[in-house]
């Protein structure tokens, strides 16, 4: 558990941040996602399975999370510290992102959330949201063809 | 032209969607991980404390045993004693008998077929599996860093990965007991829609899991194909005091309601394997290598029965230009060569999709060989993520 938390930990923070944007809060479910894992004592069972338990966890409570919170917004003329400067950053960086993605369905956009900017397979994706591999292919596809498109007319 | 424009705009938007900022966690979240796992870790010792305690006069405790069966045993809790109990074994061999064609891929299964006897072997490291898979005419092997799979004298493919995963398909969890039990524990976390019943008799605990097909088959061609892509029973016998794995099989439900039996464990054994043996592979074989650069296939942007007529067309001249492009050279050349050089086609029909990878597309066809035997089939091929075509069966 402890090599599966360890070698995931990084991976799992920036899956989180970059699904709700606020550090503090990405770190508290990853946190409660591993305490749960613990407590449920699935000790003996080990490698992907473990890793797709705790992807799996973050991903369901990031979802309540958006659900009774408010969308991210940027912090443009906001002023702040040279710390906060550096977080904001983060902020708006995962805010530019969910903009881009916010034009596709939920369904889609997870799903090129999840393969672009976590940088999982459709192996890994299928695991975490309990559908084939295929499907995640096709709505990858779907959502990158739309996004494609409003690139296209854009520019 | 079309790909290259298509390759462009996914490399904007992969470009766009890249976050420009890193992101680690902080110190503060490592902390208190560290004191999580410091304290479930001493909570955790107590208890294997209080349990070693309690099964001291229990005699041949190789595993770790439970005593009884509580009534209300859910699957989870039996596979994790299960999981204890096997967790220590590094060699395993198992037997196992599946409904199949010897030379066609591990996952491939038929009703129809006979038995066909699978000897799977694996050494199990700290990190690493070294293995070996026999089905007759085609075997595979993985020493931790690389993977093997041929026909047996005819031709193989150096595959990328390091599991078996990729090459032996659902069999891979047969490469131990230990990943039977993790497959299926696996399963019962992800709550897969699968239904999972324990019962003990005697001195055998079973566990019986029904699970329903996976995949789109509104096109059933790909329906029972796979153990996957089938409704399935699977059993598995326990002895009720170590909890070693005695028994395995599955069963697919056939489209009249009937049950068959696909897969039959036949006997497991722990015993010392050399591993070089398991990693020896033959030396007059040419192998393909897979584990290079991605691979770029040809006919972006074409429609699947556009692309299957061009293929099977080219097979009259043996037309390598096109050819290639779809397949590789060196099955191409040794498979399909003298099978299909000469044949006509006859139609064509249309393209479909079924069952797991939506990526693949069918399309039917008929042509008559250069013997004058007209042969029907579905051309199966692949669609890549960047766009082009490969044919990967259904000749």
Not at chain 1, 107 to 119: A, N, Q, T, Y
Not at chain 2, 65 to 76: C, E, F, T, Y
Not at chain 2, 89 to 115: G, L, M, Q
Not at chain 2, 306 to 324: G, M, N, P, Q, S
Request: charged share 25%; proline share 3%.
């Amino acid at each position: 558990v402890e090599q599966t938390v360890e070698e995931n930990l990084d991976y799992l923070v920036r899956f989180a941040f970059y699904r709700i944007g606020r550090r503090e809060d990405a770190e508290d479910i990853v946190h409660s996602a591993i305490e749960k894992l613990l407590t449920r004592n699935f000790s003996t069972v080990k490698g992907n399975a473990l890793k797709m338990y705790l992807f799996r966890t973050v991903n369901n409570s990031c979802l309540d999370f958006l659900r009774h919170n408010h969308p991210m917004e940027s912090t443009d003329g906001i002023e702040l510290s040279d710390e906060s400067a550096d977080e904001a950053e983060l902020y708006d960086e995962a805010a530019r992102i969910n903009s881009i993605l916010q034009q596709l369905p939920e369904r889609e956009s997870e799903i090129i959330r999840m393969k672009v900017v976590s940088e999982l397979t459709f192996t890994e994706i299928a695991a975490i949201l309990s559908i084939s591999p295929g499907t995640a292919a096709t709505r990858f596809k779907l959502g990158m063809d739309k996004l494609r498109t409003i690139y296209n007319r854009l520019s | 032209m079309k790909e290259h424009d298509d390759n462009h705009t996914y490399r904007e938007i992969y470009d766009l969607l890249t976050p420009r900022r890193e992101i680690k966690a902080s110190d503060g979240l490592r902390r208190r991980i560290s004191t999580s796992i410091a304290d479930h870790a001493l909570r955790r010792r107590r208890a294997s404390g209080l349990r070693a305690l309690a099964m001291a006069s229990v005699a041949a405790a190789a595993a770790i045993a439970i005593l009884l069966v509580p009534g209300d045993m859910s699957a989870s809790e039996l596979l994790s004693s299960a999981l204890d109990a096997m967790r220590n074994e590094r060699s395993v061999e198992i037997k196992i008998d599946v409904r199949t064609s010897p030379c066609d891929n591990f996952a491939y299964i038929d009703a129809k077929h006979p038995f066909v006897p699978h000897t799977l072997q694996a050494i199990h490291n700290d990190t690493t599996i070294i293995w070996r898979a026999d089905k007759g005419a085609r075997l595979a092997c993985g020493d931790g860093t690389s993977c093997r799979t041929w026909l047996d004298g005819s031709l193989g493919w150096n595959i990328s990965g390091l599991s078996g995963q990729k090459v032996l398909d659902y069999l891979a969890i047969f490469l131990s007991p230990y990943n039977i039990i993790e497959s299926e524990l696996n399963n019962a976390l992800q709550a897969d829609g699968s239904g999972y019943e324990v019962k003990r008799k005697d001195d055998e605990i079973t566990l019986t899991v029904h699970a329903k097909a996976h995949g789109d088959f509104s096109n059933p061609y790909m329906l029972n194909k796979s153990i996957a892509e089938s409704d399935n029973i699977r059993r598995y016998s326990f002895d009720a005091k170590t909890r070693i794995l005695k028994r395995a099989s599955v069963s697919i439900i056939m489209p009249d309601g009937s049950e068959t039996v696909i897969l039959n464990m036949r006997s497991l054994s722990f015993k010392p394997l050399n591993a070089s043996k398991l990693c020896e592979v033959p030396s007059d074989i040419p192998f393909i290598d897979e584990n290079g650069a991605e691979k770029t296939y040809g006919f972006a942007g074409c429609q699947p029965a556009e692309l299957a007529k061009a293929v099977l067309c080219a097979f009259r001249d043996w037309d390598t230009e096109i050819i290639y492009k779809v397949i590789e050279p060196a099955e191409a050349e040794v498979f399909y060569h003298n099978k299909y050089k000469g044949s006509r086609v006859v139609s064509i029909g249309e393209a479909f999709s079924s069952g797991l990878n939506l990526n693949i597309k069918f399309v039917p066809y008929r042509i008559v060989l250069s013997n004058g035997k007209i042969q029907n089939g579905n051309l199966a091929i692949y669609l890549h993520e960047d766009g082009g075509w490969q044919v990967t069966g259904g000749l």
